[in-house]
């Protein structure tokens, strides 16, 4: 008899990621018989995604049981897997995350996982997620954790510290970091094989390989960078210039991280744009539900995401690689703090997520990377105890924040815009 299992999907009622894990889910054939349970606060979005769902369903006879509800405990009851795509009035908070900082002078690329932007989103994520902690604590302890929301880095620390419940993070930023050096070499970006460790969205590509032969690639990234298009990824060649090695995963997610990283512009998210694609998607939707509109040949295709595989994974113990995944370290990087969430190749199976050490990180990039270290735990700290003294010393430890006046006026005017949702956790 083939095994099935229960997903809860938190944060089902967006348009874009909820139609990604979809995607991701129905292209799973050994999830076949499962049953989702999409949850949402907005009822009119969720049942709208719900109706889409079981329309993909049928269309590429998943053989999924679609259920759907506004009540979280209720869907909880009895999961294996829950999959974590929530984020606290999105766009308009992290407009201001990073609008606020600019105003006081403080020079950052994005405002998300790094810099006053990052703490501010730390303070008020870490509250609803430990809601979700708390209800698997007491209705399926045993169900795994699958982490989407931002900032990565700092949800899984704070469970690594603070909770017992399996986590894992993921995030496609190894992806886009392959496929930078791939266009760079001129190869066909599945050709490239690449294997990397560090932070979330703060990796090193340790190796960079032919996925057919094996040959190592780095010299041929090294020759081919020389003469690419110098306005392409020219805040991380930079560094890839003066370090040796390719960080992950975009020249302004890198950027959050480093005390010149306005270096890599300073427009901030395109706010304006992603609400148009979401209006967008959001009509697609509702055109392809009324029938007036063929569904898109891409709905059915999986998105590249890699929560399906790890769940798919354990349900079967099918021992599969995952290329990279969130994960606290504890000696998985000997050179970076234990008490910390690392990114890394990862493999699963029935027993769980097994992260995979590269050995230690090359000396200087260890060193990067254990400054923005202590702001993340600091940082954690902070929004766990809902404390706005630790909350002013994560700013003054963050290599972005150069002023400590600054600081204090970026702090008072934030705190009082998330005040809403700053608590304390335990």
């Excluded at 999105?90 to 990073?98: A, E, G, T």
């Excluded at 010149?260 to 697609?284: C, N």
């Excluded at 898109?296 to 595989?309: C, K, L, V």
């Amino acid at each position: 008899m083939a095994r099935t299992t229960r997903i809860v999907l938190l944060g089902a009622s967006s348009a874009s990621f909820g139609l990604s894990m979809l995607r991701d889910l129905f292209a799973t054939p050994e999830l076949r018989g499962s049953t989702l349970v999409m949850v949402g606060l907005d009822a009119a979005r969720l049942a709208t995604m719900a109706e889409l769902a079981k329309l993909l369903n049928a269309t590429t006879g998943a053989g999924f049981v679609i259920e759907h509800t506004t009540d979280r405990r209720a869907a909880l009851d009895g999961a294996s897997f829950v999959i974590n795509a929530t984020a606290i009035d999105r766009n308009r908070l992290w407009k201001m995350d990073f609008e606020v900082p600019k105003k006081h002078g403080i020079r950052h690329p994005l405002g998300e996982n790094g810099g006053p932007g990052g703490l501010f989103f730390t303070l008020r994520t870490l509250p609803l997620v430990f809601d979700f902690i708390r209800d698997i604590e007491e209705l399926c302890p045993e169900a795994l954790f699958l982490n989407y929301s931002n900032p990565e880095s700092r949800i899984v620390l704070a469970l690594g510290r603070y909770s017992k419940v399996r986590c894992i993070g993921l995030c496609h930023g190894i992806f886009m970091g392959r496929d930078a050096v791939a266009d760079i070499m001129g190869l066909p970006r599945e050709r490239v094989e690449v294997w990397g460790a560090g932070l979330n969205h703060f990796q090193c590509l340790l190796q960079i390989r032919d996925r057919l032969t094996g040959e190592d690639l780095a010299p041929r990234l090294r020759a081919a960078e020389q003469s690419f298009d110098p306005n392409a990824w020219r805040f991380t060649r930079r560094l890839y210039r003066a370090f040796g090695h390719w960080l992950t995963c975009s020249d302004d997610h890198l950027g959050e991280y480093l005390a010149y990283g306005w270096e890599a512009g300073e427009r901030g998210y395109d706010f304006a744009g992603d609400d148009r694609s979401r209006v967008e998607t959001l009509a697609q939707i509702d055109a392809v539900l009324a029938g007036t509109m063929p569904i898109p040949h891409w709905w059915t295709e999986p998105s590249g995401e890699r929560g399906a595989a790890v769940i798919a994974a354990m349900l079967h113990d099918q021992k599969r690689f995952i290329e990279s995944g969130i994960v606290m370290n504890r000696g998985v990087i000997p050179n970076l703090p234990a008490e910390l969430a690392v990114e890394v190749p990862v493999t699963v199976d029935a027993a769980g997520v097994h992260p995979v050490s590269l050995g230690p990180l090359p000396d200087p990039i260890a060193k990067l990377m254990l400054m923005q270290a202590s702001v993340q735990q600091l940082a954690v700290e902070a929004a766990v105890h809902a404390s706005k003294e630790l909350a002013l010393q994560a700013l003054l430890i963050d290599p972005v924040v150069n002023s400590a006046v600054a600081a204090e006026k970026i702090l008072d005017e934030l705190w009082e815009i998330n005040r809403p949702y700053i608590r304390a956790c335990v």
